[in-house]
């Protein structure tokens, strides 16, 4: 997609001109400040290479002082902004639709404290969250939060977006763990509500609006999150199990009988293995799969601990019972690090997998869990009928229709990986999805965010009330709309 095949108009905005480049020169350092082509072009495109704009400047601050001069200067000029993190986010939220001015996070990496009593640490919001996981293990804790962007993505786009992940289930969401934030507001000023105190009833909880709002309000540029201590005893699982039914009542079981050390609960379909399978196969790479057989549904188990001997007692007890009583029909339990990593690269290699055929549709859903393969089912029985989609003809639009996700959150994401994007394809999908979801009371964004892609979608999941609220609180923070226009709110 490019700004020519967007559904909007560019808004009401200044033209950047020579006088602002001058401006952000006075105080940027040189290397900090882009205007080449070949620069701009890995901002200006989204991780999905679906999404493409066509900025002509990109600033990369080194302080907070700096994002100020830069907004309040954009604020009085009337230039759209796009602040940009990691650029992994999957709903066109994080590059520009037209020409707005890309303002990357990555120069603003710092650790800037920790409390190894409480687990309180505080950051530069432009630090990746892989770094700040690797430092916590080092000194015994864990950051709150893991998904497969982690070697890219950054604290401050994970806090923007409100990212979810892998072990949500556990730990919570980030509105939980992220005790303080530091913003810049698109005027200049800044919002100092970097606490790091647990409990604080001082009025509004300010922070909170920061937390997923997707640069609509400011620009997040420190962080403090509380963080777990490090798991002595980590445990990974992958089962089989022959139906959705199996796996909800796998669900149930995992709760009870695992209890306080379950730390993910994964569902992957098999048609979400083969894409991954032969993704490798296509690089030339051969991986051998979890399980000999190719089960309907496999799942992934993980417990975190402390007690080793009690962790596996706990897990064998669970697994057991579930052979027991025909749930899980197969398994394989990690033996080492290696094992644990590769089983979870399976999952993890998903996502990347799915995009490997030309292009993919991505609906990342909130569901309630007995229904959410049902919507799998009704996409991809519509796709057959309608004749877009065969498991023997390549020539038809679409390659496969799979189904994932972090069903301990009741999050599936449901991916529709396309041979190329058609109109036909298109309208099997949309308004049909949404449908589906407004009508069992689901999210049409559970953990990805609204973006460029989701605005229209929004009247799905939410009423018009909560909309017009949502807008007159964007408006508040940002009167002049330069915050990344033509998202998140319409
Ligand atoms: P970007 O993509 O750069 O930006 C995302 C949004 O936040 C944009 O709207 C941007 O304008 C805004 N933004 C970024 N930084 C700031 C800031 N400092 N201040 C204000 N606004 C800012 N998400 C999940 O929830 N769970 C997953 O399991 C998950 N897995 C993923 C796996 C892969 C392989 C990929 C590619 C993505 C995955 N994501 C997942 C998507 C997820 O949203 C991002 O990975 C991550 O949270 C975005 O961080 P980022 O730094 O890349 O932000
Ligand atoms: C995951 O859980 C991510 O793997 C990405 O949220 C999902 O690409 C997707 O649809
Ligand atoms: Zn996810």
Redesign the pocket.
Known sequence: FTADKYPVKRGNYSELNAEDIKYFESFLNSKDLLTDKKDLDAVNV???QKYRGQSKLLLKPRSVSEVSKILKHCHDRKLAV??????????G??VPVFDEIVIS?AN?NKIRKFDDVSGTLTVD??VI?QTADEWLRERGYIFPL????KG???????????????RLLRYGSLHGTVLGIE?VLPNGDIFNGLSTLRKDNTGLDLKQL?IG????I????GVSVLCPPKSNSVNVAWLGLDSYEAVQKTFKLAKNALGEILSSFECVDRASMEVVDAALKKHDMEAQQPLESMHPYQILIETSGSNSEHDEQKLNAFLENSMENELVVDGVVAQDEGQIQALWQWR?GI??SSGKWGGVYKY?VSLPLPVMWDLVKAVENRLIERNLQSKTDSTKPVYATIGYG?IGDGNLHLNVCVREYTKEVEDVLEPFVFEFIAKHNGSVS????V?FQKVHALQYSKDAGALKLIKEVKNMFDPHGIM?PY??IE
Not at 446 to 449: F, W
């Open positions: 989204d991780w999905m796009v602040p940009q993190g990691g650029n992994t986010g999957l709903v939220g994080s996070l603003l919001a432009g969250l893991d998904l497969g962007a890219s993505c950054q604290i401050g786009g994970n806090v923007a977006t409100n990212a979810g992940g892998l913003a920061f709002s997707e640069g609509s400011g620009i997040i540029t993890e996502s990347e990342d972090h559970a953990e990805h965010g973006g990344n998202k998140f």
